[in-house]
């Protein structure tokens, strides 16, 4: 979510400086908070955020390769004259809201110690995206999958290299640019980028290249250190499951005769 504020680049001898927008520094509002000059278009203002403070910087794509974490999004358009600022529609009120509050109320710390953590599980996949506060891990991003049948065939090893894969690809935002570490159960995980790449299979290439592109620095952790991500990679969820008939003369009959009830009532 974070991006540098500044990054220099050597390449072949000058040196280039690039200013990045920041999503710590921007200013994020609801629409429906701001002047109806702003407010006369066809999306309920609930779902609609102005992004502010950009400068000149922060191209579409940007923002919604930043934005998009928080849900689907139905428009993003930034300001050309006078520039920056933008806005971004989401199609959900609740994932605009998300991306104006924060996950969980956390906001990302510049310059804070970032890391993934990451777990998977013959259910599911799971990892957090997580800073360094106080001597602490707070996790301000999570996220959850559930893969199809081939992947839960798959050797441990396999399965948690994938969850790294997975991890960086849902985060790639948030970490591109940074020095990060990434924190798994499976320990002979942290010897992936020391082995003899002949022994490992194309699929396992696949993985440890684009893991390699942001981060090398596999770390091993205790199964019970890593209780979010494990927790979220042994998340299971029937979608045909009907959900339980509530049977309302019952309910109202119990009401009826709650004591509890009718004290609240009488008072």
Request: proline content about 6%; charged content about 25%.
């Amino acid at each position: 979510m974070c991006r540098n504020l500044w990054s220099r680049v050597s390449f072949l001898s000058p040196d280039r400086d690039s200013k990045l927008w920041d999503l710590s520094t921007i200013t994020l509002r609801f629409l429906k908070n701001m002047s109806s000059r702003y407010r006369d278009s066809g999306c309920p203002p609930d779902c609609k955020v102005y992004v502010g403070d950009l400068g000149n910087c922060g191209t579409k794509h940007e923002i919604e390769d930043a934005f998009s974490y928080y849900g689907p999004l139905r428009n993003v358009w930034v300001a050309r004259n006078p520039p920056g600022f933008a806005f971004v529609e989401f199609e959900d009120s609740r994932d605009a809201r998300d991306a104006v509050r924060g996950l969980d109320g956390k906001h990302p710390i510049p310059g804070a110690q970032l890391s993934v953590w990451v777990d998977a599980s013959d259910i599911a996949i799971g990892g957090t995206f997580s800073q360094l506060s106080q001597g602490k891990w707070e996790s301000i991003a999570f996220f959850s999958m559930k893969p199809n049948k081939s992947p839960q065939k798959w050797l441990t090893y396999d399965r948690e290299l994938f969850s790294i894969y997975l991890a960086i690809r849902k985060f790639k935002h948030m970490l591109e640019g940074r020095n990060f570490l990434i924190y798994t159960d499976q320990k002979p995980l942290i010897y992936a980028f020391k082995q003899n790449p002949n022994i490992c299979s194309p699929r396992q290439l696949c993985h440890l290249d684009l893991i390699s592109q942001y981060s090398t620095d596999i770390r091993h952790v205790q199964g019970s250190e890593n209780t979010v991500a494990e927790a979220l990679s042994r998340i299971e969820i029937d979608s045909i499951t009907k959900s339980p008939v509530l049977n309302f003369k019952e309910f109202a009959l119990a009401q009826k005769n709650d004591p509890d009830l009718q004290k609240f009532q009488l008072n």
